[in-house]
């Protein structure tokens, strides 16, 4: 895809990837091979047909492409923008053996993107059930599972406690990356299998556990928005954030605009940012848009960043300085931030996520005069709906447990997404989704 130029980006919220011109679609999809047996389908985590969709855009029909991409997966604008396709269906493609590979994902957004200029074909929805199925959360996960158990004719009711839906797609991921229009078109098309959106709804607060219970499914989606933090001294100084309530603050509530928005954010002159993930990049690069000079920090080397690789070089044209094997141990400051005391480290041997393991070099600190400091390393399940369900069995973390098609201990509530696995993937939350779904379905069919 084409960017944006990088001095101009930084200046606004706008998309960075300008996406495929038609001409430069259909060019793409003519290279594939549509292979007999497509290792891409196996490599993605919902089941489209990419072979399908991708020989209807070769042949210009992209209104039979859109169809086959909404076969298995309702949120095509979304994933063609923020699923990881290189390493999934794009690290198998077999071109990728001895030339670059389909660019899957930017053929998927195309023709999502086509479709939503040209009017939404929906697909079919089966006879209604009379069951009734609720959904908790409106993130990737909820939206997935309750577009499928839609179509399969059930009533779905989604509560949503945030006054927008969409979850970590509306508050977690920036304009630049994800704009906020393309998921609420998506979210509609949900909607308009029949699905009903509560917003403002706390489960267990605004409605009680009992009438969530008595639906005929339940299904938990509720994310992993409870955010972790180093423990670290001077982490209750002011100018500390998370990144969940930084990008919150952003993306979902307009804090950039204060005081058009009622929603105050710092705008420092310099900010830290703890992490090496794709969260990591997001809040260094909307601090930057808010006109700070910014340091990424992160205890291990770039080769290791759990981020795509395409973030990472969006977040260095842009300016922000990249402080690898390295660790804070102190944030500095009396009320208020004023700077971040770190320390370098050495790699050692591989540890059980099969990366180098950082180790403090004694006598290496150096401080960074800064007067915010981010700190996006890692995100568990928020407890606040879990611990009111009695019976619902959870591991160590706060994770909910789950058989191999997301049931839980209790028989017709089933959970899968963030809530279940940590933080992971938009796509790898769908995919569980709609095997979640799937059970659903055949528990309230009787079969």
Known sequence: MSDRPADVRIRDFGEVDIGLSTDEAINEAARC??????LCVRGCPVGIDIPAFIREV???NFPAAARALKEQNMLPAICGRVCPQETQCEGVCILGNRDAPIRIGAIERFVADWER?????LPEVAKPTGRRVAVVGSGPAGLTAAAELARAGHAVTIFESLHEAGGVLTYGIPAFRLPKDVVKAEIDQVLALGARLKKNHVVGRSIGV???LSYDAVFLA????LPAFMG???ENLNGVYS???FLTRVNLMHAEAFPEFDTPVLHAARVAVIGGGNVAMDAARVARRLGAKVFLI???GEEEMPARRAEVVHAKEEGIEFYTCANPVRILGDQHVTGIECVKMALCGIDASGRRSPKPIEGSEFTLDVDMVIQAIGTSPNPLLVSLIPGLERGRKGNVIVDENGRTSIPHVYAAGDIVTGAATVIEAMGSAKKAAAAINAMLKGE
Do not use: M, S, V
């Not at 200029?117 to 074909?121: F, I, K």
């Open 298 to 300: 992160y205890r291990r």
């Open 222 to 225: 509720t994310g992993a928005g």
């Open 33 to 38: 091979l549509q292979c007999k047996r497509p």
């Open 243 to 245: 990144a969940n309530e």
């Open 210 to 212: 009992d009438e969530l």
């Open 58 to 60: 070769a042949e210009g």
């Open 117 to 121: 200029a040209n009017g939404p074909d």
């Open 232 to 234: 670290i001294p001077g």
